[in-house]
């Protein structure tokens, strides 16, 4: 008992000491170039370019320019011909804001599958970001159905099949969006996987709805806590199915494994892998889509 309470008055003297105010210098982080880019098959590239903030910094207090790229010069090129992307306004892109080839410009450089692709960003500070990639051949779904959750009825999951070619090797993401409510194909949690565990097999599988973060209107806050989560049995859902190459793949899904330990102490830190050179981060990504619908069910 005794050392009990010696222990306890020493420690009681030490924090009583240590009462002087102690500055803390937090650290400064320097901004970085994030780079999303994508081309698709029969599409034009899109690119969008956009700063880090810095960890102890207020987003509130950031101007557009200091979250936007807006100044960049976007050069995409298929080994034969350079295309210039300007920026322009689309308000089917997550931030409304991307660099593409403009409209009513000829020749521009539309995406083939089985053809490679560079990318180059020339920053107004003079770097220079560079990446590669491939549009692979796309591999479609089988079908793809609506089908309910129990013991609920109207409300259920996105369901589809799909035949993986024999060899390891396929890349896969989801996309969705409902006709009349989603402005843009979303990406569900989960949504890009390989084929490890499924080489050469016909197998089944689901996705849950997707949420805009940049939308609060399809938020997945402002959602009926019932039917979080669920798709309708009157929803028309256009299925978007890509083929990616593994520099893609390793980008989103160590993207997703970031987000799901963000804020979480315990969680052991993860590294994004991206394709961007020079200390950018992101990727330049080639995919291959094919589409289908699920039309509502009866």
């Not at 500070?125 to 990446?131: E, L, P």
């Not at 939308?215 to 806590?225: G, K, L, T, V």
């Not at 929803?235 to 997703?256: G, M, Q, R, V, W």
């Not at 315990?266 to 590294?271: H, L, Q, V």
Request: proline content about 6%; hydrophobic content about 35%.
């Amino acid at each position: 008992m005794k050392k009990i309470i010696l222990f306890s008055a020493i420690a009681s003297a030490f924090f009583t000491a240590c009462t002087e105010p102690i500055d803390v210098q937090l650290p400064s982080s320097n901004k970085k170039i994030v780079i999303e880019g994508v081309i698709e098959n029969g599409k034009i590239a899109q690119v969008i370019i956009t700063r880090t903030i810095p960890l102890f910094s207020s987003v509130s207090g950031s101007t557009i320019t200091d979250l936007y790229v807006l100044d960049a010069k976007v050069y995409v090129s298929n080994g034969i011909i350079t295309d210039t992307l300007m920026l322009a306004i689309d308000s089917f892109s997550s931030i409304g804001l991307v660099y593409r080839h403009p409209n009513g410009r000829p020749n521009p450089i539309i995406g083939v599958s089985g053809q490679n692709y560079s990318l180059r960003v020339v920053t107004s500070d003079g770097n220079v970001y560079t990446a590669t990639t491939s549009i692979p051949y796309p591999i479609a779904l089988d079908s793809v159905w609506w089908k309910p959750q129990p013991p609920e009825d109207s409300l259920g999951f996105a369901n589809a099949r799909l035949s993986d070619p024999v060899g390891l090797g396929n890349n896969y993401r989801w996309y969705s969006k409902r006709a009349s409510k989603d402005r843009r194909f979303l990406a569900p949690w989960g949504a890009t996987f390989d084929d490890k565990l499924v080489d050469g097999k016909v197998f089944d599988f689901a996705y849950t709805k997707a949420y805009d973060p940049t939308d609060s209107a399809n938020s997945i806050e402002n959602e009926i806590e019932t039917e979080r989560n669920f798709y309708k049995k009157s929803d028309t859902i256009y299925i978007k199915f890509c083929t990616l190459d593994k520099a893609s793949k390793d980008f989103y899904n160590t993207f997703e494994a970031a987000l799901s330990s963000n804020g979480n102490p315990f969680a052991s830190p993860t590294t994004i892998i991206g394709n961007i050179d020079n200390g950018g981060l992101g990727v330049w990504s080639g995919m291959g889509v094919s589409y289908d619908t699920i039309l509502p069910t009866p």
